[in-house]
Structure formats: structure tokens, C-alpha cells
């Protein structure tokens, strides 16, 4: 499973860069289904903190930071899920 992480300043009220990143990326998470989990995270968070993210909206897929202040295309979050799921399935087969 890959793991999205969406950095935002207040999750219960995103900002509309917020909101545009949010359903761009819920939208090419759509395309793998179950493989993959999106978790909207507060700018607060400790991981936000101990990454040096302090500008919303940010993209985490996994490891890859694939956007910073402002929302990614979605054929990057595409490309970014791809290339997760095929390191997790290189390491499982």
C-alpha cells in the first residue's frame, strides 16, 4: 500500500490551494483503489514538523515530497503512486 500524505494548515477547513491539491490527489488515488491510502495532516503534525514542511499545501507519497505550496498536477501524484507501488512490489516478489 502507498501511503499520501497531504499537509495542510487546518484539515478541518483547507484553504482552496488546499482543497484543489486534496481533490487532485484523492482523484489519482482513485485510479489504484485499495493499494493506496490518503491522509490529510495538519502543518502542526510532528512529521510535517520533522520534515521542514511549513507551507501548505504539501504532497508526501511515501518518502517523495512531490509538491510544496501549491497544488501538483495530477500525472505527477500518478507517476509518484506508480513508482511506490513498484518499489513496494520489487520488494515483496
Not at 502543518?43 to 507551507?55: K, P, T, Y
Not at 508526501?60 to 518499489?87: F, S, T, W
Amino acid at each position: 500500500m502507498a501511503l499520501i500524505q497531504v499537509f495542510v494548515a487546518d484539515p478541518g477547513d483547507p484553504s482552496p490551494l488546499a482543497a484543489m491539491a486534496l481533490q487532485r490527489v484523492r482523484a489519482a488515488a482513485r485510479r489504484f483503489g485499495a493499494r493506496v491510502e490518503v491522509r490529510v495532516v495538519s502543518l502542526d503534525d510532528e512529521g510535517a514538523v520533522q520534515r521542514g514542511i511549513s507551507l501548505e499545501p504539501a504532497i508526501l507519497v511515501e518518502e517523495l515530497l512531490v509538491a510544496v505550496g501549491q497544488p501538483p498536477p495530477a500525472g505527477h501524484v500518478v507517476r509518484a503512486i506508480e513508482a511506490a507501488l513498484a518499489k513496494e512490489d520489487s520488494v515483496d516478489g
